[in-house]
């Protein structure tokens, strides 16, 4: 069956797959949240958890999105030293592909 989910003032209860009810925090999930595969699916659950939580400045969602990477990605991506989420983004895409080469 899946997950079903519904927000509840800024969290979201989840029913997972174990008929079990779980309250996440978005904004938590996104300050925690660490790639553990390739950029893109990183990418992917970080803008799923950000596009949740309102008011967050640019620097703040990009101070996440560069904590979570992966040690030697996050490192070339700091020295980057862009302040558009979306380009870093696209950095950390580019550093992966280029260790990958």
Same mark, same amino acid.
């Given at each position: 069956?899946?997950?079903? $989910?519904? &927000?509840? %003032?800024?969290?979201?209860?989840?029913?997972? $797959?174990? &008929?079990?009810?779980?309250?996440? &925090?978005?904004?938590?999930?996104?300050?925690?949240?660490?790639?553990?595969?390739? *950029?893109?699916?990183?990418? *992917? $659950? +970080?803008? +799923?958890? /950000? /596009?949740? !939580?309102?008011?967050?400045?640019?620097?703040?969602?990009?101070?996440? +999105?560069?904590?979570?990477?992966?040690?030697?990605?996050?490192?070339?991506?700091?020295?980057? %030293? /862009?302040?558009? !989420?979306? *380009?870093?983004?696209? +950095?950390?895409?580019? *550093?992966?592909?280029?260790?990958?080469?």
């Amino acid at each position: 069956m899946g997950r079903v $989910e519904a &927000n509840l %003032k800024g969290l979201r209860a989840v029913i997972t $797959e174990e &008929n079990q009810i779980a309250l996440v &925090n978005p904004l938590e999930e996104l300050t925690v949240q660490k790639q553990t595969g390739l *950029v893109e699916d990183y990418v *992917v $659950e +970080f803008q +799923f958890y /950000s /596009s949740q !939580c309102e008011h967050l400045l640019e620097q703040q969602l990009l101070g996440y +999105f560069i904590d979570g990477l992966r040690h030697d990605i996050h490192s070339r991506v700091r020295m980057f %030293k /862009s302040r558009d !989420c979306y *380009v870093v983004m696209q +950095f950390a895409r580019d *550093v992966e592909r280029e260790f990958a080469a």
